[in-house]
């Protein structure tokens, strides 16, 4: 999972849904946790003809959508809009189709976006017989393939080397967590694609320990995180140092190894996720029964007893085959997967609120199930900057088609709504231009994202704020008053 770019502002107020959620009770529907209908088409997008699948996704600052993954034998990319429309700035109608010239084709795990706002793609390659290995391709923001940084391939053989995860260091370096024949191994390159040799002298680290990578952080300090299965039955962190030696702050020299229901249960880390403090929250499934249950650690890897039971809480939904997970700027975790209902599969979505409690506003007691058709599958999560929640994966019409989907979710970020006195921002939702009254001089504003990212600040303008550049979606206006940022909710249309 990615590092999260949310700033949360602490204040006194907190902003509370309470007679919104009883008025949405008394009706007997779900506000959140259902599919958007102002994105795509009833809030999904599927690309017909297309036999294949979104595997990797990625949210641009703009909140447009970048995706990517196979076309049977063909690597593809399809940006969009913030509301699923294709992107005409993107190769052709948002769409980007290449074959690769590697030794078989080209399966996509990852997504990241560069320093210089490149899209670099990361997954594996088949390179003799069942053996893969790990490889990498760049493309401008465009969509225009790089030929002079590769393909990359790399195998710590003998044996294959499936790519799990990537990420970006905060100077841009590009950090690969996969799991091979001989153990976990990281691997850290340079921006150019040559290996980092200040990482474990020559780029890769093996991990041999008991157990299998599945997932990676990296936390505000360039530490990596890695989880996954230990000793058949727990779940393991290991977190290392920018050079790639264990940190002993962390747990036990650096690894911690976690078996809260006993090794007679049989359970495993499937995704993780760094919070800007250096806390983790973990997303795992019990074998035997395929419930997800999540666990928060301190940044010195001790189990967070306010967060479920003693660090742990666990779902009763039943049934699921996990993908992956997302951390929300309110502290709100949201797990994913497929479920198997009666023949059909759909994707199921489960929001924890940060103190492990299933979100009464999201779905059902905190599950939402989505059905695009009688068969979906979901391959990653993210969300907007709004909060509402991204998945993409496949949908099934008579064969596998690319599926983007956007699901309602409210995000509390602690922002107090107080208006200044006399002061009305209007108009209400606006287009274009969004202006100020105010019984004297001009005052001090900023511009926040719902996550609390600030986009902007300055002294309010007298020719009104320019809001044409937003993408849709609802925002904060603070303005400064009497010492202390008040702040007042507008919506972008």
């Known amino acids: 999972m990615r590092r999260s770019d949310w700033t949360p502002f602490i204040v006194a107020l907190r902003w509370t849904l309470s007679f919104l959620l009883l008025g949405f009770a008394s009706l007997g529907t779900a506000q959140f946790g259902v599919l958007d209908a102002t994105f795509g088409t009833n809030g999904a997008v599927v690309l017909m003809n297309n036999n294949g699948s979104a595997s990797a996704m990625l949210v641009l600052p703009d909140d447009r959508i970048l995706t990517a993954g196979n076309q049977g034998s063909l690597l593809k990319l399809h940006q969009m809009l913030p509301d699923g429309g294709p992107d005409p700035a993107f190769g052709i109608n948002g769409s980007v189709s290449t074959v690769m010239l590697l030794p078989e084709d080209f399966v996509v795990e990852e997504l990241l976006r560069a320093t210089n706002n490149d899209i670099i793609l990361v997954g594996r390659t088949r390179v003799s017989g069942q053996d893969y290995a790990f490889a990498m391709v760049r493309f401008t923001p465009e969509g225009e393939l790089i030929g002079s940084f590769g393909p990359i391939v790399y195998n710590e053989g003998p044996g294959s080397m499936w790519p799990m995860d990537a990420a970006l260091t905060s100077d841009g370096r ?39 990578a599945c997932e990676m952080a990296v936390d505000y300090a360039d530490r990596i995180v890695i989880t996954g299965k230990y000793a058949g039955n727990s779940v393991y962190l290991a977190r290392f140092d920018t050079s790639g030696i264990l940190d002993p702050s962390f747990g036990n020299g650096g690894v911690v190894i976690s078996d809260l229901l006993g090794g007679s249960t049989s359970e495993f880390a499937f995704a993780l996720a760094a919070a800007p403090d250096g806390s983790l929250v973990v997303g795992g499934i019990m074998t035997s029964a395929k419930i997800f249950f999540a666990e ?120 107090a709504e107080v208006g200044v006195p006399g002061w009305t921002l209007f108009p209400n939702p606006a287009s274009s231009r969004l202006w100020l009254t105010q019984p004297s001089s001009r005052a001090q504003y900023r511009l926040l994202r719902p996550d609390g990212l600030m986009l902007s600040s300055g002294i309010w303008p007298t020719e009104g704020l320019d809001v044409g550049w937003l993408a849709s979606g609802s925002y904060l206006i603070g303005i400064a008053h009497n010492g202390q940022w008040l702040h007042q909710r507008f919506i972008k249309e």
Not at 192 to 208: E, I, N, P
Not at 323 to 347: E, F, N, P, Y
């Open 174 to 212: 590009i950090m690969v967590c996969a799991g091979s024949s001989n153990g976990a191994c990281l691997l850290r390159f340079l921006d150019d694609g040559s290996f980092d040799t200040s990482f474990s002298d020559d780029g890769v680290l093996l991990y041999a320990a008991s157990g299998t």
């Open 296 to 415: 928060r650690y301190d940044a010195n890897g001790v189990l967070v007893p306010t967060f479920g039971n003693n660090g742990r809480a666990v779902s009763t939904v039943n049934n699921i085959t996990a993908r992956d997970i997302v951390l929300q700027a309110d502290g709100a975790v949201v797990l994913t997967g497929c479920k198997d209902i009666g023949g059909a599969q759909d994707i199921t979505l489960l929001r924890l609120l940060d103190d492990g409690t299933p979100d009464p506003a999201f779905g059902t007691n905190g599950e939402s199930v989505i059905a695009v058709n009688s068969y979906d599958d979901v391959l990653q999560i993210r969300h907007q900057s709004d909060g509402r929640v991204l998945i993409s994966g496949y949908s099934n019409f008579s064969g596998a088609h690319w599926l983007v989907a956007r699901i309602t979710c409210l995000v509390d970020v602690g922002i």
